[in-house]
């Protein structure tokens, strides 16, 4: 079995501005650790998929860095997409360069920017995903079994009738992807226990994922077929022009909605998406009131904040629920529960054209 890491790193990260800039983005930010979050998550991997195996998709400034920090990845593993067309289009093209080097390898698609404390399971759960993968021609995801009624979070429901076991590992079929939901309805998600948050980590063999799209989004595969010509041709401005084109959407809604044979094996590995700057409240050491802190910092009577400060000292007087985030030339105070609006924030400056704040 060949087994491919397909790294998507393309990302803005604009719930973590004002940290998460575009010459910066999230994935290339100490966040987590000392460690920028691209670097944690190709060394969780190395245990399991070597080097020469991990490949990355992003823009060419952005795989620049990428190579600046993985001077061992070969030049050739950098995929550059022309434009920032969403997970889609950027699986199509990664898929497809290791379609062309061997058809019956497997992928495995993950995000650049996300958290999974246990190492060891996950990398079990990864190899029997990928032996999932190979033994049943389907497409294999990891549903993260929800703690809380996220709103925030696409959903799969699952069957836990039919399951199978592979390599000591419960894989059960996929009933459907459901997007995002209300409170109301994701309490009924909860509740009802075959409802598993979608991690956005994906595995396939390079020739399923073709055949998958050719059955279930004809549409994409004639994106397919267009990209792949591309590839074999060596023509780069031709990538470049199916990427102006090319819809800007995501993998689950151009496939994974819509195919039929897609198993889920449970994702209880220690995941978070680190999806806007609360999700450190539970990743970040935390004082006897709450408070996650990387900043010089004096608080009083204040509970449940974040503040990340590295110049000056922050001092919080009777307040809770803060998320504080001071720059060199931009200063976010928000509520925690309000932060995914952040985006929004961006959204503003990229209307008023202030750019130097981007």
């Given at each position: 079995?060949?087994?491919?890491?397909?790294?998507?790193?393309?990302?803005?990260?604009?719930?973590?501005?004002?940290?998460?800039?575009?010459?910066?983005?999230?994935?290339?930010?100490?966040?987590?650790?000392?460690?920028?979050?691209?670097?944690?998550?190709?060394?969780?991997?190395?245990?399991?998929?070597?080097?020469?195996?991990?490949?990355?998709?992003?823009?060419?400034?952005?795989?620049?860095?990428?190579?600046?920090?993985?001077?061992?990845?070969?030049?050739?593993?950098?995929?550059?997409?022309?434009?920032?067309?969403?997970?889609?289009?950027?699986?199509?093209?990664?898929?497809?360069?290791?379609?062309?080097?061997?058809?019956?390898?497997?992928?495995?698609?993950?995000?650049?920017?996300?958290?999974?404390?246990d190492v060891p399971l996950f990398l079990k759960k990864l190899?029997?995903?990928?032996?999932?993968?190979?033994?049943?021609?389907?497409?294999?995801?990891?549903?993260?079994?929800?703690?809380?009624?996220?709103?925030?979070?696409?959903?799969?429901?699952?069957?836990?009738?039919?399951?199978?076991?592979?390599?000591?590992?419960?894989?059960?079929?996929?009933?459907?992807?459901?997007?995002?939901?209300?409170?109301?309805?994701?309490?009924?998600?909860?509740?009802?226990?075959?409802?598993?948050?979608?991690?956005?980590?994906?595995?396939?063999?390079?020739?399923?994922?073709?055949?998958?799209?050719?059955?279930?989004?004809?549409?994409?595969?004639?994106?397919?077929?267009k990209i792949l010509q591309a590839l074999q041709g060596k023509?780069?401005?031709?990538?470049?022009?199916?990427?102006?084109?090319?819809?800007?959407?995501?993998?689950?809604?151009?496939?994974?909605?819509?195919?039929?044979?897609?198993?889920?094996?449970?994702?209880?590995?220690?995941?978070?998406?680190?999806?806007?700057?609360?999700?450190?409240?539970?990743?970040?050491?935390?004082?006897?009131?709450?408070?996650?802190?990387?900043?010089?910092?004096?608080?009083?009577?204040?509970?449940?904040?974040?503040?990340?400060?590295?110049?000056?000292?922050?001092?919080?007087?009777?307040?809770?629920?803060?998320?504080?985030?001071?720059?060199?030339?931009?200063?976010?105070?928000?509520?925690?529960?309000?932060?995914?609006?952040?985006?929004?924030?961006?959204?503003?400056?990229?209307?008023?054209?202030?750019?130097?704040?981007?």
């Amino acid at each position: 079995m060949e087994f491919y890491a397909v790294i998507l790193a393309g990302g803005v990260g604009t719930r973590f501005w004002p940290l998460s800039r575009r010459e910066r983005p999230k994935q290339f930010l100490p966040i987590i650790s000392e460690k920028t979050m691209i670097e944690e998550t190709v060394q969780r991997l190395t245990p399991l998929i070597p080097l020469e195996k991990v490949y990355t998709i992003a823009n060419i400034k952005q795989s620049r860095s990428i190579r600046d920090i993985f001077p061992d990845i070969p030049d050739a593993n950098f995929f550059i997409e022309p434009l920032g067309r969403n997970t889609a289009p950027s699986l199509i093209l990664a898929t497809a360069h290791v379609f062309l080097q061997n058809a019956e390898a497997i992928v495995a698609a993950l995000p650049a920017d996300h958290l999974i404390t246990d190492v060891p399971l996950f990398l079990k759960k990864l190899e029997a995903g990928a032996e999932a993968a190979t033994e049943r021609d389907d497409l294999v995801t990891f549903g993260i079994p929800p703690s809380y009624p996220s709103t925030g979070y696409g959903y799969i429901q699952f069957s836990r009738k039919g399951s199978q076991k592979i390599k000591d590992e419960d894989f059960y079929p996929v009933q459907e992807f459901k997007e995002k939901p209300d409170v109301a309805q994701a309490k009924v998600f909860l509740e009802a226990g075959n409802y598993f948050w979608n991690s956005g980590i994906f595995l396939w063999k390079a020739k399923t994922f073709a055949r998958k799209l050719q059955q279930y989004a004809p549409e994409w595969h004639v994106y397919w077929e267009k990209i792949l010509q591309a590839l074999q041709g060596k023509n780069e401005p031709q990538i470049a022009a199916i990427f102006e084109t090319i819809p800007s959407t995501s993998i689950d809604y151009a496939l994974m909605e819509k195919a039929k044979g897609v198993l889920m094996c449970e994702g209880n590995f220690g995941w978070s998406d680190v999806g806007a700057w609360s999700s450190l409240l539970n990743i970040w050491p935390k004082d006897q009131e709450g408070n996650a802190l990387r900043a010089e910092s004096m608080l009083l009577d204040s509970e449940n904040c974040l503040v990340y400060s590295r110049d000056k000292l922050t001092a919080l007087i009777g307040v809770k629920d803060l998320i504080v985030v001071d720059t060199p030339d931009a200063l976010l105070i928000c509520h925690k529960d309000l932060d995914q609006k952040v985006k929004d924030i961006v959204g503003l400056l990229k209307k008023d054209n202030k750019d130097k704040y981007l």
